[in-house]
């Protein structure tokens, strides 16, 4: 069973940047297939990026495009989301997430089968 736990939330000022953590268990391939998601209230579970399982190719959405980064270190089973120049309109659930197919583009809520609790990120002045 795949579990994933999401850290590093937090409010913060506009401008800054913060980065979020997710530690993957029981993924039994050598590199993590997550993506990252958010959701505000009263809106759509939105994706903003994805790391693909050769460790390497990453997709952002255009919301957060040349402001985020997701990455991964495959030997602590862990997938991170560098969040850089944050502005109000970035305050969000934040979930980590993993598919068990393959994952269409942009990306879609209903091709992850595994959830993370999800972790608060507020941007505010």
């Known amino acids: 069973q795949v579990q994933l736990v999401e850290s590093g939330g937090g409010s913060v000022r506009p401008g800054t940047s913060l980065t979020l953590s997710c530690v993957v268990s029981?993924?039994?391939?050598?590199?993590?297939?997550v993506a990252w998601f958010r959701q505000a209230p009263g809106k759509e579970r939105e994706g903003v990026a994805y790391i693909y399982n050769d460790g390497r190719t990453t997709y952002y959405a255009d919301s957060v495009k040349g402001r985020f980064t997701i990455s991964q270190d495959s030997a602590k089973n862990t997938v991170f989301l560098q969040m850089n120049s944050l502005k109000p309109d970035d305050t969000a659930m934040y979930y980590c997430?993993?598919?068990?197919?393959?994952?269409?583009?942009?990306?879609?809520?209903?091709?992850?089968?595994?959830w993370g609790q999800g972790t608060q990120v507020t941007v505010s002045s």
């Open positions: 997430a993993a598919p068990s197919a393959s994952v269409r583009l942009p990306l879609n809520k209903d091709d992850f089968d595994y």
């Open positions: 029981g993924w039994t391939y050598r590199y993590l297939r």
